[in-house]
Each structure stands twice: as structure tokens, then as C-alpha cells.
């Protein structure tokens, strides 16, 4: 398996713009998070999904963050208009369960408002 | 207070020393404890699992004090590549019950020096 995919690698936007993020987790885990990555506040768990299921979305920041999962290989973070506060690093990662729960990681997608 | 807490450091240590991380850890039913490291610009990715009893991989030896909620990681003989920025993670429950959510510290920064 090719691990965690996340795209796109880096993204620079204008302050108002619709940003999707896209992760593809490893095939057969159950469980997907998103993470946000900043010096000031490190990582941050914003959402995690089990089977394709929002379970927590209790750290997305507010209503302009949302989170899909329409199938088991495929999640988009989503953010609606964009801020630069919302420049960071976004993580995606997977796992197979509860009973297995090492998080694997995606190389992560820079965000840069301006 | 933050549910896991680390010294962010960083230690600068010299090539060979014995160095000691220590993360706290709020939810008392917290059930799976980890360590993580992120080198720079990249991904987490896991250290080493923390046991109850204790666990030593080569070199590093983690340690778990459910009493007091703290957690360890001891690294001896360090060498330039442990330079590295070193991540608590604690599997807690969420509202629901749920084991899913791996909640990550700020981390401790490690810089071996020749």
C-alpha cells in the first residue's frame, strides 16, 4: 500500500476562497482524522470519521470547516471562505482500530491564506 | 487545563547523553498511550507504544504511571539523528464513548549536538 495520500502538497490562496483538502487512507483501516498543525498551538484534532462515520467534530474550528468521508477510500477537508488564522499544515491520518491504534500519517497539505 | 501536556524544550544535548521526556495526560480513562516523532517539515510518525509494565526498544525505554497520569521516554546514548521534535499521544474517550481520539501534546524538541 502507498500510505496516506494527501493532496495537494502545498496550496496558496486569497483570504475568501474555497479550499478543499483531499486524503485517500490506507486501504482497509477504519478510522480517518484530520489534524491541523501550527507552532503556536501544534497538532490539533479537528475531526475523525470510523467507518466513513463523523464520530467527534468537537476541534473544527467553526462553521466554515467542514469534513466529508463519502466512502471508505476517500475523505475532503473544506474550507468556505478561507481566512489567513487558517494557514497551517493539514494532516491526514488512518488507522485499522481501536485494537491496532497506530495512526498513520499523509505527508500533510501546506496551507497558506494571504 | 490542556488534556496533554509536554515541555516543549527544546534539549540540546551532546551526542551519547541520556535524555528524559516527560508528558502528562488529563482523562483518567485514557486506555492507549504513544510516543510519536516528527522530524521537520515532515509527518508524525510512531516511536513506540507505551505499556503499563513498561517498554524498552533498543535504546529508548518508555514508562506509564497511571496514578499520577504521566508518561515517559527515555533515550540513552543519543545520537544525531534522534534530533527530532518527540510527540505524547493518548488514545482518550470522547463524549460518545468512543476510543477514537488520539489527542497529540505540543511536543518536546530534541537537538543532539556532535
Known amino acids: 500500500d502507498a500510505g496516506v495520500i494527501q493532496s495537494p502538497r502545498h496550496e496558496v490562496t486569497e483570504m475568501g476562497q474555497e479550499v478543499t483538502l483531499r486524503c485517500k487512507p490506507i486501504s482497509g483501516h477504519d478510522y480517518l482524522f484530520w489534524y491541523r498543525q501550527t507552532m503556536m498551538r501544534g497538532l490539533e484534532l479537528l475531526i475523525y470519521?470510523?467507518?466513513?462515520?463523523?464520530?467527534?467534530d468537537s476541534g473544527m474550528p467553526e462553521d466554515r470547516f467542514s469534513a466529508k468521508m463519502p466512502n471508505a477510500s476517500f475523505s475532503t477537508l473544506k474550507i468556505q471562505p478561507s481566512e489567513p488564522r487558517d494557514s497551517a499544515v493539514y494532516f491526514c491520518?488512518?488507522?485499522?482500530?481501536?485494537?491496532?491504534?497506530?495512526?498513520?500519517f499523509g505527508q500533510g497539505t501546506r496551507l497558506t491564506v494571504v | 487545563r490542556k488534556e496533554v501536556e509536554q515541555d516543549p524544550g527544546p534539549f540540546n544535548v551532546p551526542e551519547g547523553a541520556t535524555v528524559a521526556f516527560n508528558c502528562t495526560y488529563s482523562?483518567?480513562?485514557?486506555?492507549?498511550f504513544f510516543w510519536y516523532r516528527q522530524d521537520c517539515r515532515k509527518e508524525p510518525k510512531l516511536l513506540m507504544s507505551v505499556y503499563s509494565s513498561g517498554n524498552e526498544d533498543g535504546r529508548f525505554t518508555a514508562q506509564l504511571n497511571r496514578a499520577s497520569q504521566y508518561i515517559s521516554l527515555l533515550i540513552r546514548d543519543s545520537k544525531l539523528s534522534d534530533s527530532a521534535t518527540y510527540l505524547c499521544?493518548?488514545?482518550?474517550?470522547?463524549?460518545?464513548?468512543?476510543?477514537?481520539?488520539?489527542?497529540f501534546g505540543k511536543g518536546t524538541k530534541l537537538s543532539v549536538k556532535p
Open positions: 470519521f470510523n467507518n466513513n462515520v463523523p464520530i467527534d
Open positions: 491520518a488512518s488507522r485499522y482500530s481501536e485494537t491496532l491504534p497506530e495512526a498513520f
Open positions: 499521544v493518548v488514545n482518550t474517550l470522547n463524549y460518545g464513548g468512543s476510543q477514537g481520539n488520539l489527542i
Open positions: 482523562n483518567s480513562a485514557s486506555q492507549s
